[in-house]
């Protein structure tokens, strides 16, 4: 025997036929879980209008004070059939200009009107695929897998946002390319990914994450990038979204960038850019106060950037037998060691050279005081073709 089913109007029609039958109100309404109130007004309805009257009612309000009178409607109906091509907001801005007396809905309820009248047809969805992760491969050799990423954009002393391009060996850890551009347009990218190639030929493969400009929705998550890539005959890897560890490598290298270049930042892109470069000084047939006068750099920076490239990069002067009055010789010197501090303390009036003896120590300090009024001091040992550019300099 199949289950019976029942629903809210069988069962008020079997409510009211029981209490016709003698049953009491109080009993019923205890069984059905129902008020008297309830009870009563049910009666009542099947008494007016049988069995109809036990369906539920509309609970819609009879008067709506809101609602766009119909000659309004008419009046949206027949602009719209005038320009099929405008939408609620041109239509509305257009009514109200020849009639400007005209109390008309907002756009969004004019757009809800000629939906009802069918004169808007939804467009269709399109169909989008998002990038997605590919296999990644180990790099066996040099310039076979480079790492490219877009670091987090940060604030100039312009107050104009700086987005630094950056490409690395992964094998070598080689830091190809660091450009300090205006944004992650695909245009400028193209540029600097060229004359990387024109630099360094072409890698087999290019790693990178799911972000502009080098995956986009659409077939294979490829971007015009990416495509133009593929054309060099060079294979686009990228990450698993939301896993940057796939290539911590870069990541980490983006980490030291921030904390040297940063911490502050340049006032503009061209200083920005310097300071990522400071070797350009180097080779530079220029002094280094003409060569930060002509890049629009701060010269007290770019003379500590260019110290502590030479400090940790170049092994200049090695460390000799302190001898009052007399300098080392280069050629007696040992390999593998550092250029020695030098200091500019004070201001002089004409150039001087006076030993100075450290207390405790036996070190002999030697001061230079220069004409432009900058006093240098230095330890004996200091290589002397660096000292000869740096009074030059200063």
Same mark, same amino acid.
């Given at each position: 025997?199949?289950?019976?089913?029942?629903?809210?109007?069988?069962?008020?029609?079997?409510?009211?036929?029981?209490?016709?039958?003698?049953?009491?109100?109080?009993?019923?309404?205890?069984?059905?879980?129902?008020?008297?109130?309830?009870?009563?007004?049910?009666?009542?309805?099947?008494?007016?209008?049988?069995?109809?009257?036990?369906?539920?009612?509309?609970?819609?309000?009879?008067?709506?004070?809101?609602?766009?009178?119909?000659?309004?409607?008419?009046?949206?109906?027949?602009?719209?059939? =005038?320009?099929?091509? +405008? *939408?609620?907001? %041109? $239509?509305? /801005?257009?009514?109200? !200009?020849?009639?400007?007396?005209?109390?008309?809905?907002?756009?969004?309820?004019?757009?809800?009107?000629?939906?009802?009248?069918?004169?808007?047809?939804?467009?269709?969805?399109?169909?989008?695929?998002?990038?997605?992760?590919?296999?990644?491969?180990?790099?066996?050799?040099?310039?076979?897998?480079?790492?490219?990423?877009?670091?987090?954009?940060?604030?100039?002393?312009?107050?104009?946002?700086?987005?630094?391009?950056?490409?690395?060996?992964?094998?070598?850890?080689?830091?190809?390319?660091?450009?300090?551009?205006?944004?992650?347009?695909?245009?400028?990218?193209?540029?600097?990914?060229?004359?990387?190639?024109?630099?360094?030929?072409?890698?087999?493969?290019?790693?990178?994450?799911?972000?502009?400009?080098?995956? =986009?929705?659409?077939? +294979? *998550?490829?971007? %015009? $990038?990416? /495509?133009?890539?593929? !054309?060099?005959?060079?294979?686009?890897?990228?990450?698993?979204?939301?896993?940057?560890?796939?290539?911590?490598?870069?990541?980490?290298?983006?980490?030291?960038?921030?904390?040297?270049?940063?911490?502050?930042?340049?006032?503009?892109?061209?200083?920005?850019?310097?300071?990522?470069?400071?070797?350009?000084?180097?080779?530079?047939?220029?002094?280094?106060?003409?060569?930060?006068?002509?890049?629009?750099?701060?010269?007290?920076?770019?003379?500590?950037?260019?110290?502590?490239?030479?400090?940790?990069?170049?092994?200049?002067?090695?460390?000799?037998?302190?001898?009052?009055?007399?300098?080392?010789?280069?050629?007696?010197?040992?390999?593998?060691?550092?250029?020695?501090?030098?200091?500019?303390?004070?201001?002089?009036?004409?150039?001087?050279?006076?030993?100075?003896?450290?207390?405790?120590?036996?070190?002999?300090?030697?001061?230079?005081?220069?004409?432009?009024?900058?006093?240098?001091?230095?330890?004996?040992?200091?290589?002397?073709?660096?000292?000869?550019?740096?009074?030059?300099?200063?």
């Amino acid at each position: 025997m199949p289950w019976r089913v029942s629903d809210p109007v069988s069962e008020r029609l079997e409510f009211v036929r029981r209490l016709e039958a003698g049953e009491r109100v109080v009993d019923l309404c205890h069984e059905f879980g129902i008020s008297r109130k309830t009870a009563y007004k049910l009666k009542e309805r099947y008494e007016e209008l049988g069995a109809r009257g036990l369906f539920d009612r509309s609970r819609a309000p009879r008067t709506i004070p809101h609602r766009t009178p119909p000659e309004v409607e008419e009046l949206l109906v027949e602009a719209r059939k =005038a320009h099929p091509t +405008w *939408g609620p907001k %041109k $239509l509305r /801005a257009s009514l109200v !200009r020849e009639s400007p007396e005209l109390k008309l809905p907002c756009a969004s309820t004019v757009g809800d009107v000629l939906k009802r009248r069918g004169l808007i047809t939804p467009r269709k969805r399109r169909r989008s695929t998002m990038p997605h992760g590919s296999p990644l491969r180990t790099a066996a050799a040099p310039n076979e897998i480079w790492c490219a990423d877009f670091k987090g954009q940060f604030r100039l002393g312009s107050r104009r946002y700086c987005y630094p391009l950056t490409i690395t060996d992964r094998f070598s850890r080689f830091l190809i390319k660091c450009e300090a551009l205006e944004g992650t347009h695909v245009e400028t990218a193209i540029s600097v990914f060229d004359q990387a190639f024109r630099e360094y030929g072409l890698p087999t493969v290019i790693r990178t994450d799911n972000g502009t400009p080098f995956a =986009a929705p659409g077939l +294979w *998550g490829l971007s %015009k $990038l990416s /495509a133009r890539w593929l !054309r060099l005959g060079i294979y686009p890897e990228r990450i698993a979204p939301a896993h940057p560890e796939q290539n911590g490598q870069h990541e980490r290298m983006h980490l030291v960038l921030k904390q040297e270049t940063t911490r502050p930042a340049g006032d503009n892109f061209l200083q920005q850019q310097e300071r990522n470069r400071p070797e350009i000084a180097e080779t530079s047939d220029l002094t280094q106060r003409e060569f930060a006068a002509e890049r629009g750099v701060s010269f007290s920076n770019l003379r500590n950037w260019i110290y502590k490239l030479r400090k940790e990069s170049r092994p200049l002067v090695a460390d000799a037998p302190k001898v009052s009055g007399q300098a080392p010789e280069r050629g007696a010197m040992p390999e593998g060691s550092r250029l020695l501090p030098v200091r500019v303390v004070a201001s002089a009036s004409k150039t001087r050279t006076t030993a100075v003896a450290v207390a405790g120590r036996g070190d002999e300090i030697v001061e230079i005081a220069l004409p432009s009024g900058v006093r240098v001091r230095f330890t004996a040992g200091t290589d002397l073709k660096y000292l000869r550019a740096l009074t030059a300099a200063l």
